[in-house]
């Protein structure tokens, strides 16, 4: 695909679900990929597939929560490939339950990783793309920003965050650099692991096998955004099942 060739792409959360998926689509595309997560023996077994295909990939073990790591991940695409064309801010979590609940735990880890990363990836990428002259931000948001429902409040705000940062970040950015928002509706991913309340744990899992879209679908759609000419910038694409609401 035009424009993906050669590229430098860093993901976060991208040991599973559309982390995983983006990453071997760009990596059949021949992007280089820097693989960022918690989960290194999944990064590890990752990284491996990728390189069993004939494509790149080097992985750091990342928590997105510290500001460190995000940072040190940048670092090591600079590093080991003299340049970052696109980060791909995607890890995210979901614990959603009614706000009764007073889950206040919970609320701040959805701040700290859905919210807390993006930025961190900002401080770390936008100096570097600011050099090159050249960059592209993509940020994982969710349709749950679009239809508030009860039990999501936190969870669709933290997102809503992220759309306002990244629409900001857009205007800003100037003739050179790119910024996308992808909100993808319900995905089969196993996004429910994250929720600490069983009932909406459940619940969150069935409808995701019931109606999720395959993490190839958005994975397909920030492959689209980033495969643009460089004068081209796809600002938000929403993507959702068509049995969903």
Do not use: C
């Not at 961190?120 to 050099?131: C, H, K, N, Q, S």
């Not at 429902?149 to 669709?156: E, G, H, K, L, S």
């Not at 744990?201 to 096998?209: S, V």
Request: hydrophobic share 45%; no cysteine.
């Amino acid at each position: 695909m035009i424009g993906i060739e050669g590229k430098v792409i860093a993901i976060t959360g991208a040991s599973s679900g559309i982390g995983e998926a983006t990453a071997l689509k760009l990596a059949g595309q021949g992007a280089i990929l820097v693989l960022g997560a918690r989960r290194e023996d999944r990064l590890a077994a990752l990284a491996q597939a990728i390189g069993a295909k004939g494509a790149t990939a080097s992985y750091r073990v990342t928590d997105v929560r510290r500001r460190e790591h995000v940072e040190a991940l940048v670092t090591h695409a600079v590093d080991t490939y003299g340049k970052l064309d696109v980060l791909v801010s995607n890890a995210g979590i979901a614990p959603i339950s009614p706000l009764d609940d007073l889950r206040v735990e919970d609320w701040e880890a959805m701040i700290d990783v859905n919210v807390k990363s993006v930025l961190y990836g900002i401080a770390a990428a936008l100096p570097v793309f600011r050099r090159q002259g050249f960059g592209h931000f993509v940020n994982t948001i969710s349709t749950a920003g679009l239809k508030i429902v009860p039990t999501m409040a936190v969870y669709a705000g933290s997102k809503n965050a992220v759309r306002t940062i990244t629409e900001g970040l857009r205007q800003e950015a100037g003739a050179s650099l790119r910024v996308t928002g992808i909100s993808p509706g319900f995905v089969d991913t196993d996004l429910a692991s994250s929720m600490t309340d069983p009932a909406m744990r459940a619940q969150g899992e069935a409808g995701m096998k019931s109606m999720g879209m395959p993490a190839s679908a958005v994975a397909d759609a920030i492959v689209f955004a980033i495969s643009q000419p460089p004068n081209v910038d796809v600002g938000e694409i929403v993507l959702r099942p068509t049995a969903q609401g």
